[in-house]
């Protein structure tokens, strides 16, 4: 069966500082992989996605960036972290049809 | 980017009633999908409605989606506290692999 993997679950982090979120799944190929944010209690807003190695797709202009490096990894990244920047962070892949989720990871910029 | 608009946003009714969220866009989506999240979690599939005018029931759950695809509704009858969370429609742009989310309807069923 399909398995998503998100980590860390919860990172404090000063301004300024780097950033790095890991997303791997497991059993199925060539998915598509998706970066949400996610205000507290409101609906998410949709950052990068990606169809295929190296393709990222850019959705709002910001301080993040991501990568595919593998079929089944999917990394988001700052040089820089912003106050701002705090958040739920998800990701989810799917292949056509509904999205599965990872369990998020939430972000405090202190 | 389309957008979605959900209400009401916050909701509090007493175990045993009925209710209903509407997501309502001014775009067509290819599919719209409803999802349930726990604080904490990330969302959780529900259903996804296709066809215009479909209705699809999930036990106590009715979703519809419009026959214009453009809009939906989560009908719950006989509310339980078990159906606490935040529930969110997300529609799939035509010829986008991507969703948008609606703002989330925040749901509290009260024993």
């Known amino acids: 069966s399909q398995t998503i993997h998100q980590w860390p679950a919860t990172l404090v982090q000063p301004v300024g500082s780097p950033l790095s979120l890991e997303c791997t799944v497991e059993?199925?190929?060539?998915?598509?992989l998706y970066w949400y944010r996610q205000a507290a209690g409101r609906g998410l807003q949709l950052l990068f996605y990606?169809?295929?190695?190296?393709?990222i797709s850019s959705e709002v202009p910001q301080n993040l960036s991501a990568s595919r490096p593998q079929d089944r990894q999917f990394i988001l990244s700052s040089k820089k972290l912003l106050l701002s920047d705090s958040g739920f962070y998800l990701c989810?892949?799917?292949?056509?049809?509904?999205?599965?989720f990872g369990s998020g990871t939430r972000l405090t910029v202190v | 980017t389309q957008l979605l608009e959900q209400s009401p946003q916050f909701l509090s009714i007493q175990e045993g009633e009925n209710l209903t969220v509407y997501c309502n866009s001014s775009?067509?989506?290819?599919?719209l999908q409803w999802y349930r999240q726990e604080p904490g979690e990330g969302p959780v599939l529900l259903v996804t409605v296709v066809t215009g005018g479909e209705v699809k029931k999930l036990k106590r759950l009715t979703f519809q989606f419009g026959d214009a695809r453009k809009d939906s509704s989560l009908h719950i009858t006989a509310a339980q506290p078990g159906d606490t969370g935040l529930y969110l429609c997300?529609?799939?742009?035509?010829?986008?692999?991507?969703?948008?989310f609606g703002q989330g309807t925040r749901l509290t069923i009260n024993p």
């Open positions: 059993g199925t190929s060539n998915p598509n």
């Open positions: 990606s169809v295929g190695i190296g393709q």
């Open positions: 997300a529609g799939e742009e035509p010829g986008a692999q991507k969703l948008v």
């Open positions: 989810a892949w799917s292949q056509g049809g509904g999205y599965t």
């Open positions: 775009s067509v989506f290819s599919s």
